[in-house]
Nanobody, 125 residues
């Protein structure tokens, strides 16, 4: 079992920055890949970024590449998503997820077994 709790969402103007956190508890944190997904109103949930068990490999959706950075802190059992140069189209509920069966980066939601409750990010124009 893995429990995930996101934090750090909020309202920001276009061009601004936010840092999301995902605190993990339960199964050994360093043994599985993790990821961030988002869902905007009326749209399907989409992949944002993923990080390997070691933190050595990362992957990003084209829409956020160069603006977002995913990282993880093993000592703190926490994953982060640093979001810079935010755009109104980044507005969504952001979810963190754990893929306990995989150590390498995964972009498909089908690989993820555990999900957080989500945190709202709103970017105003």
């Amino acid at each position: 079992q893995v429990q995930l709790v996101e934090s750090g969402g909020g309202l920001v103007q276009a061009g601004g920055s936010l840092r999301l956190s995902c605190a993990a508890s339960g199964r050994t944190y360093s043994s599985y890949a993790m990821g961030w997904f988002r869902q905007a109103p009326g749209k399907e949930r989409e992949f944002v970024a993923s990080i390997s068990w070691s933190g050595g490999s990362t992957a990003y959706a084209d829409s956020v590449k160069g603006r977002f950075t995913i990282s993880r802190d093993g000592a703190q059992n926490t994953m982060y998503l640093q979001m810079n140069s935010l755009k109104p189209e980044d507005t969504a509920v952001y979810y963190c997820a754990a893929a306990v069966g995989y150590g390498t980066v995964r972009s498909g939601s089908k690989y993820y077994d555990y999900w957080g409750q989500g945190t709202q990010v709103t970017v105003s124009s």
